[in-house]
Nanobody
Framework: QVQLVESGGGLVQPGGSLRLSCVASGSIFGINTMAWYRQAPGKQRELVAEITSGGRTNYQDSVKGRFTISRDNAKKTVYLQANNLKPEDTAVYYC???????????????WGQGTQVTVSS
C-alpha cells in the first residue's frame, strides 16, 4: 500500500546536472529518514545521500560538494540535485524511505523502482 516513485533520470553530458524526485504515497502515518542509493553495473548498491526528518544530511564522499539532498515533508517528497555530473556517476538511482504505515506501529524501509542516470559524451 506504500509506494515510492522516482523520476528525473536521463542522459546528460559530463558537467551537466539532473534533479531527481521521489514521491511517497499510500496509507502513511509518517516518514523518518529518506535516502538515495545507486547501483552501477557489476557493483553493489551504495548509499549516495540521506536526510532525516529533522533535516540532517549525510553524503558519500565522492558526491560531496556536487550533490544536494532535500525534502518536502508536506509533499512526502525527497529530491537529489546532482551537479557537475561525472561518467562514474552513471547508475540506477533508487529512492529509500523509512515509512510508518497507518496500519502499523513501527516503521519499515521501502524502495522505489529506480531511475537510470547516464553521464556520457
Amino acid at each position: 500500500q506504500v509506494q515510492l516513485v522516482e523520476s528525473g533520470g536521463g542522459l546528460v553530458q559530463p558537467g551537466g546536472s539532473l534533479r531527481l524526485s521521489c514521491v511517497a504515497s499510500g496509507s502513511i502515518f509518517g516518514i523518518n529518514t529518506m535516502a538515495w542509493y545507486r547501483q552501477a553495473p557489476g557493483k553493489q548498491r551504495e548509499l549516495v545521500a540521506e536526510i532525516t526528518s529533522g533535516g540532517r544530511t549525510n553524503y558519500q564522499d565522492s558526491v560531496k560538494g556536487r550533490f544536494t539532498i532535500s525534502r518536502d515533508n508536506a509533499k512526502k517528497t525527497v529530491y537529489l540535485q546532482a551537479n557537475n555530473l561525472k561518467p562514474e556517476d552513471t547508475a540506477v538511482y533508487y529512492c529509500n524511505a523509512d515509512v510508518r504505515p497507518r496500519s502499523y506501529l513501527s516503521s519499515y524501509p521501502y524502495w522505489g523502482q529506480g531511475t537510470q542516470v547516464t553521464v556520457s559524451s
